[in-house]
């Protein structure tokens, strides 16, 4: 393995964990969208991630799973809580969550990330019934 996906792997873990101390600071639906903050950054960091994981180097072969793998059981425990709370709606699927996280971050434009994700948890809040 070399050092890169090493660090990929460090990074993820201390992400992954920042929701533990978040979820013991803030009531739920705030813990939720603090992490999601922190996930945008961690994004938006990762600038050659993307070329990495389909560079075709085995180093970086398992860092998609490895993601997946970490961050979906913290998304899934943070949307719980906030559903169980009654802050959001329930049903939120964590990988669509994960991916349309990825998908709004702009990594020159941390303003714009941060009224899409805002904009994202408000639509979360709203109860159909």
Same mark, same amino acid.
């Given at each position: 393995?070399?050092?890169?996906? $090493?660090?990929?792997?460090?990074?993820?873990?201390?992400?992954?964990?920042?929701?533990?101390?978040?979820?013991? @600071?803030?009531?739920?639906?705030?813990?939720?969208? #603090?992490?999601?903050? #922190?996930?945008?950054?961690?994004? !938006?960091?990762?600038?050659?991630?993307?070329? !990495?994981?389909? $560079?075709?180097?085995? !180093?970086?072969?398992?860092?998609?799973?490895?993601?997946?793998?970490?961050?979906?059981?913290?998304?899934?425990?943070?949307?719980? !809580?906030?559903?169980?709370?009654?802050?959001?709606?329930?049903?939120?699927?964590?990988?669509?969550?994960? @991916?349309?996280?990825?998908?709004?971050?702009?990594?020159?434009?941390?303003?714009?990330?941060?009224?899409?994700?805002?904009?994202?948890?408000?639509?979360? @809040?709203?109860?159909?019934?």
């Amino acid at each position: 393995m070399r050092i890169e996906s $090493s660090v990929f792997r460090h990074e993820v873990d201390a992400c992954a964990a920042a929701a533990s101390a978040l979820s013991d @600071r803030y009531e739920p639906i705030e813990a939720l969208a #603090r992490w999601l903050h #922190r996930f945008a950054h961690f994004v !938006a960091t990762k600038r050659g991630l993307k070329t !990495a994981l389909h $560079s075709g180097d085995p !180093a970086y072969e398992n860092l998609p799973a490895y993601f997946e793998q970490r961050f979906v059981p913290v998304v899934a425990e943070l949307l719980d !809580a906030a559903a169980a709370s009654g802050g959001i709606r329930s049903g939120v699927v964590p990988y669509d969550l994960l @991916r349309a996280i990825s998908s709004i971050v702009e990594p020159d434009d941390e303003a714009y990330t941060r009224r899409m994700i805002d904009l994202l948890v408000d639509g979360l @809040r709203y109860q159909t019934g």
